[in-house]
């Protein structure tokens, strides 16, 4: 079973600034990693799909890179509505799946 | 526009049993695979089961395999979810989602299973 990890666990940035989030699986996934987003009281929202794929609908400020064990979201100029819980999931294990553990994103 | 509603949710006894719906349109129901996603309070996601467009095969979290049964019936663009020997760790709001090139692309909002005595 395909394990990943999520870092940091809260980060704390303000408006405008860059958001880096890191999610790492305990072997290869390829490119099979998706990124979702959660606020309090919804259901979580695709953002981005085989790493760096953005869903319909997603602004450009969201990009997805890596492969293999190592992938990174980044948020290249924070909006308020952006503070928020994201998740990572894998699907290389198909038909299984796999989520990581969240990264949460506030307001400093 | 894709609509995933679930219903079914509510107050159990440990060892009880539930049976979860999640009623689909805005699309072709039959051509999607279907996920189970549930999320316990103040916790993550946890990914719970898959069924085939067909609803011919089926698959599940190892920790939850013979206590959650995932069915479909494509004609009444239903997809369902039933859980027998509920245990208090099962507690959590339970979601549906539609399975796009593989994700969970569109998710419903959900419903809460409460197991408490």
């Known amino acids: 079973e395909i394990g990943l990890t999520q870092s940091p666990a809260t980060l704390s940035l303000s408006p405008g600034d860059r958001a880096t989030l890191s999610c790492r699986a305990s072997q290869s996934v390829e490119k099979y990693l998706a990124w979702y987003q959660q606020k309090p009281g919804q259901a979580p929202r695709l953002l981005i799909s085989d790493a760096s794929n953005r869903a319909t609908g997603i602004p450009a400020r969201f990009s997805g890179s890596g492969s293999g064990t190592d992938f990174t979201l980044t948020i290249s100029s924070l909006e308020p509505e952006d503070f928020a819980v994201y998740y990572c999931?894998?699907?290389?294990?198909?038909?299984?799946?796999?989520f990581g553990p969240g990264t949460r994103l506030e307001i400093k | 526009e894709v609509h995933l509603a679930e219903s079914g949710g509510g107050l159990v006894q440990p060892g009880g049993s539930l049976r979860l719906s999640c009623t689909a349109s805005g699309f072709t129901f039959g051509d999607y695979a279907m996920h189970w996603v549930r999320q316990a309070p103040g916790k993550g996601l946890e990914w719970i089961s898959m069924i085939s467009n067909d609803g011919h095969s089926t698959y599940y979290a190892g920790s939850l395999k013979g206590r959650f049964t995932i069915s479909r019936d494509n004609k009444r663009n239903s997809l369902y979810l039933e859980s027998s020997t509920l245990r208090i760790e099962d507690t959590a709001i339970y979601f549906c989602?539609?399975?796009?090139?593989?994700?969970?692309?569109?998710w419903g909002q959900g419903t809460l299973v409460t197991v408490s005595p």
């Open positions: 999931l894998e699907r290389h294990s198909w038909p299984l799946s796999s």
């Open positions: 989602a539609q399975v796009v090139r593989g994700y969970a692309s569109h």
